[in-house]
């Protein structure tokens, strides 16, 4: 009786273990298909060996016979957890699809109502009785529990291989979540298969009491991070999954596999391939890739198709067997006619960009030009080219105050025309024109940098010399005033008409003049202008030499 009981407290530990177990996968591996399967079995488990010890509890015969029936529902769960594992761990896109799926519910739902209805028919299990002491269940199988249990070890041995084949496919750091699973779940199978062939007429199985080994490993798998929290992904599954078209070539150009992306590249290549394309060769296709790859080395090539205006970049990288030979290669194919026309769109923008920047600078250099030359003719008069009379004034406010207070001597010479009415008079005002022309050529042609000639008004010029003595302005004048005799120009009929101008001389020394110093100088250079007009005209005065007055005595 002691054993017996040690028994039913066997079970119950390992129903209570069980459910621990489940709860903790649960919030260590989240929700994805392989750790739901996962936490679908250990609760299976935990209702088996739950339902199990109850049975194994009760003394009345028909009260043992309604709770043995309660263990078929954990069995069920168990064998759908591990198939559904193994199915959710092999293909990380698999998952539990109702209208797919339903079907592995018939069983489960059939056995539960073969064990229920079993009273009626008999098929499940006959001869229910008490044997031995303590007083133990015992009935003869059924064809329904042999199809059952053989039923169940086939899908058991399908997950297990299934666990075997991708342990074998993962890499060494993977290769742990697959076989924890089929390590975990050898034990309680191997006592039911005990149970089953050793006792089949008693109620008795080690099943339950082996799932402990199963939570055992299953706290293992948690300490050493195997649990399906990281799934492992197949490389065809990445290649399938990636939009590049990939195609594997072996050496009598032959397709051995396609991704779905090389698959649709051909379609559009060769609308009329054959179904399948793995076995077809290459030149049966009339080579839609361009070249076909005939050397061991690394290639990359762009490849136009004319027909669809499409554009591929193709690299081609050889495939060789342990020895080093090629048998194969593979071929990686990207569209990127898109992307060229995106960049042949960006270099036309581009060009255009820096058509209009150009147009755009040429327009501002032209209304640069116009503001320069708007600015000048402000400043310039229109029939001479000489400085006006308005930049006259900002000339001599700014420069010879500057000048003069820096030291330096200022000199500035008052032009007349000779005559100058009577050649209006006589031939007429283009003449007229014509000889102020030519005399302000003459003037510009004798001033330099910093200096400036300026149209005073009428038939009056006026030069200011910055840093010129008065001795320098007047031989400078004079050779002026020899010029402008020698100016001929062609009036009328084509007389020759000459003309002469008299000059007036003015100059300051450097100092302190005060404010007006321009005025100073303007107004001594027109009296000797007049001067040199009552003298006889042709020729040139100086006022003289003004300095500046002395500084005031200190008090």
Not at 101 to 119: C, D, F, K, M, Q
Not at 195 to 202: E, F
Not at 211 to 227: D, I, K, Q
Not at 509 to 520: Q, T
Request: charged share 20%; with cysteine; net charge positive.
């Amino acid at each position: 009786m002691v054993v017996w009981n040690l028994w039913v407290l066997l079970f119950a530990v390992s129903a209570l273990a069980s459910l621990l177990a489940a709860v903790v996968v649960r919030r260590r591996c989240g929700s994805s298909p392989a750790a739901l399967a996962l936490v679908v079995l250990v609760l299976g488990a935990a209702e088996w060996s739950g339902a199990r010890a109850l049975s194994m509890a009760l003394a009345d015969l028909d009260l043992q016979v309604a709770a043995s029936a309660l263990v078929l529902p954990g069995v069920g769960a168990v064998v759908l957890g591990l198939y559904c594992h193994a199915r959710a761990m092999a293909d990380r896109r698999w998952t539990w699809r109702w209208r797919r799926h339903r079907w592995l519910l018939v069983e489960p739902v059939l056995t539960v109502a073969a064990a229920l209805s079993n009273p009626w028919h008999g098929l499940w299990r006959s001869g229910l009785r008490f044997e031995g002491d303590p007083a133990l269940l015992a009935s003869s199988p059924g064809p329904l529990f042999h199809l059952h249990t053989a039923y169940s070890y086939a899908l058991l041995v399908v997950g297990f291989l299934v666990l075997l084949r991708g342990a074998a496919r993962a890499s060494r750091a993977h290769r742990a979540r697959f076989l924890w699973p089929v390590v975990g779940g050898l034990f309680p199978t191997a006592g039911n298969v005990l149970g089953v062939l050793v006792a089949p007429d008693l109620n008795v199985t080690l099943t339950p009491v082996f799932f402990l080994v199963t939570v055992a490993t299953c706290a293992w798998a948690l300490r050493h991070s195997a649990l399906p929290d990281v799934l492992p992904v197949a490389l065809q599954q990445v290649v399938a999954a990636i939009g590049d078209a990939v195609a594997v070539v072996d050496r009598r150009q032959r397709l051995v596999e396609v991704n779905p992306a090389a698959e649709a590249l051909l379609r559009r290549l060769v609308p009329d391939a054959p179904q399948r394309f793995v076995g077809a060769s290459l030149r049966a296709l009339g080579d839609p890739l361009g070249e076909r790859p005939s050397t061991c080395a690394r290639e990359e090539r762009a490849v136009a198709v004319g027909r669809l205006g499409l554009h591929l970049d193709l690299r081609t990288a050889p495939l060789s067997d342990d020895r080093g030979a090629c048998i194969g290669w593979v071929l990686v194919a990207r569209d990127v006619t898109e992307a060229l026309r995106q960049r042949e769109e960006l270099e036309r923008q581009r060009a255009e960009a820096v058509a209009a920047g150009e147009a755009l600078r040429e327009q501002l250099d032209l209304v640069e030009r116009l503001r320069a030359e708007l600015a000048d003719q402000a400043v310039r008069d229109p029939l001479t080219g000489l400085a006006n009379r308005r930049r006259l004034t900002g000339h001599l406010a700014d420069e010879v105050p500057a000048a003069l207070a820096a030291g330096l001597p200022v000199s500035l010479v008052m032009v007349d025309v000779d005559r100058f009415k009577a050649v209006n008079d006589t031939h007429g005002h283009a003449t007229g024109d014509a000889v102020l022309v030519a005399v302000a050529a003459v003037l510009a042609e004798g001033t330099g940098p910093g200096e400036l000639a300026a149209r005073f008004g009428g038939e009056e010029f006026v030069v200011v010399l910055p840093g010129v003595p008065v001795r320098e302005a007047l031989a400078r004048a004079e050779r002026w005033r020899r010029r402008c005799a020698e100016v001929a120009v062609e009036g009328a009929g084509g007389v020759l008409v000459r003309a002469t101008a008299s000059f007036g001389v003015s100059g300051l020394l450097g100092g302190a003049h005060g404010p007006n110093a321009a005025g100073l100088l303007l107004a001594a250079a027109d009296g000797a202008l007049y001067a040199a007009k009552a003298g006889g005209r042709d020729r040139v005065v100086s006022s003289g030499v003004q300095q500046a007055p002395p500084l005031p005595a200190p008090c």
